[in-house]
């Protein structure tokens, strides 16, 4: 059976337990406390959990009701009976959404029947995870998206900043530690899943190589579930990267991050006495961190999923921007289409920079590339994939095609090549003419022909449709930003 197949079957699990009240999120929590006993069993470390509370007695008890009271007396005590920092945080705070059970040993029995390898021998266990926190983000209702940014994506921003081994990369907002996955599978593909490192080299990639922040203690759970699952023990940590201890993470060679959009509770600025333009706008305060905490050796790069408002927004926001381009070369910005983010009507973008060694006239000009004018409007009836990127990614490279990007390509911008590049959707502007639009980088779009050259839009009832999907998704967020401040 195949990741898709099996995530498909736990998924479908979760419309048997709609009846005991258990919402989809709540569904991939629970999973995650059942999963972990599996992977324990699965893994060897089950030496770590309680005997009474491990895999084997709850898949052959036949009590359902003493199974179902062992693992709320396990998810209560855990974290007092194990010496495991790494199962405290995967059990900090549990508690159980279930409240039958028969409904336990439903997700116990489903667990233990699925086959966890492929027919290669290859452990498809962090495939199945990673494809259930994409259904979870492509509920509405659950407003887990907001944690996942799409695959397809990711793997294009890692493969474009390519990690190298020994280096230390960060995700300042890790939601489920998607890009930092990402790019550890990047360098074990291409190191024979590190079997070719010697020890001391391999645990470091495994333990030190990666990390990140997550201030959501669900999320922070999932992620760290998630990187389990994938082979990495990296340090995630609980916590905010705009209080004090943003401060201490620093000196990366890579940073590959997509912040929270939107402004602190009550316009509160960020708690840190070391950002220069401190401001209430996260993206602006996070954007800050981190061009602030990459080495300044001239090497450590970043590419950072923004919305457009970084682009444009006056004083602080204006601030920023100049110093970015002073400490840093912030030679591509990718204008990303609008419709592939749970939001609706996010327009954002990915800023690719490199750290100078200087403090001042880092950047001398911005390619920008255009994917937003005169592209499809992507949703279900027409995914977002890889394909997208191929453009881009020949334009970015100097000519790379997207099928070689992974072996040919190592990271260095080559400026002469990118030159030679024949797009209409590709421009260079240069720091002066920047600089004359007092530091916007809401730039290098095309003219819109959608209307002028009477472009079939679709259907008007196709249309009327994803309009009021939109208005629906909006009224929600509102509904629940309303809900959150009477709180």
């Known amino acids: 059976m195949s990741a898709d197949e099996i995530a498909n079957k736990l998924w479908n699990l979760c419309n048997v337990l709609r009846d005991d009240g258990v919402t989809y999120h709540q569904y991939l929590n629970e999973l995650t406390y059942i999963l972990f006993l599996k992977l324990s069993e699965v893994k060897g470390f089950e030496e770590h959990i309680p005997e009474q509370y491990r895999w084997r007695s709850f898949v052959e008890e036949t009590d359902n009701a003493e199974a179902f009271q062992r693992y709320r007396s396990f998810l209560a005590e855990v974290s007092n009976e194990t010496t495991s920092a790494g199962i405290k945080e995967i059990y900090a705070n549990a508690s159980t959404s279930l409240r039958k059970p028969v409904n336990f040993n439903t997700l116990v029995q489903a667990i233990d029947d699925l086959d966890w390898y492929e027919e290669t021998d290859r452990d498809v266990m962090g495939d199945i995870y990673e494809s259930l926190l994409e259904k979870n983000a492509g509920e509405k209702k659950s407003g887990a998206g907001q944690y996942f940014t799409p695959r397809p994506l990711i793997n294009v921003m890692v493969e474009l900043v390519s990690p190298k081994l020994g280096e230390r990369w960060n995700d300042p907002a890790a939601g489920t530690f998607g890009f930092m996955i990402s790019a550890d599978e990047y360098l074990r593909t291409k190191h024979d899943n590190y079997f070719d490192l010697d020890e001391k080299r391999r645990k470091f990639q495994v333990e030190k190589a990666f990390s990140g922040v997550e201030l959501v203690g669900d999320a922070h759970r999932l992620a760290l579930m998630n990187a389990r699952l994938h082979g990495m023990e990296s340090q995630i940590i609980l916590g905010d990267t705009l209080t004090e201890m943003g401060k201490e993470l620093k000196n990366f060679d890579g940073v590959l991050a997509n912040p929270p959009f939107g402004t602190k509770k009550g316009g509160e600025r960020p708690t840190r006495d070391d950002f220069t333009y401190p401001t209430s706008n996260k993206q602006l305060n996070f954007l800050q961190h981190i061009y602030r905490s990459l080495k300044k050796d001239g090497k450590a790069r970043a590419a950072v999923v923004l919305p457009d408002n970084v682009l444009f927004e006056d004083g602080d926001g204006q601030k920023i921007r100049r110093d970015l381009m002073d400490k840093c070369n912030l030679h591509t910005i990718l204008r990303l289409p609008t419709g592939i983010f749970y939001a609706a009507g996010v327009k954002t973008n990915v ?101 002028s050259n009477g472009e079939d839009l679709g259907e008007p009832i196709d249309i009327a449709k994803e309009a009021l999907t939109e208005l629906k998704t909006i009224t929600e967020q509102l509904q629940e930003m309303i809900n959150e401040l009477g709180s």
């Open 351 to 451: 800023l690719f920079f490199t750290r100078g060694t200087t403090e001042t006239k880092n950047t001398k000009g911005v390619w920008f590339f255009d994917m937003r004018t005169n592209v499809p409007n992507y949703g279900k009836r027409t995914p977002f994939t890889r394909a997208a990127f191929n453009e881009f990614i020949e334009a970015y490279t100097g000519g790379i095609k997207p099928e070689k990007l992974a072996t040919d390509f190592d990271g260095t911008i080559d400026e002469t090549a990118r030159k030679k590049v024949t797009n209409e959707r590709w421009q260079y502007i240069d720091r002066k003419t920047i600089a004359k639009k007092n530091d916007s980088l809401d730039l290098g779009l095309i003219a819109d022909d959608s209307v």
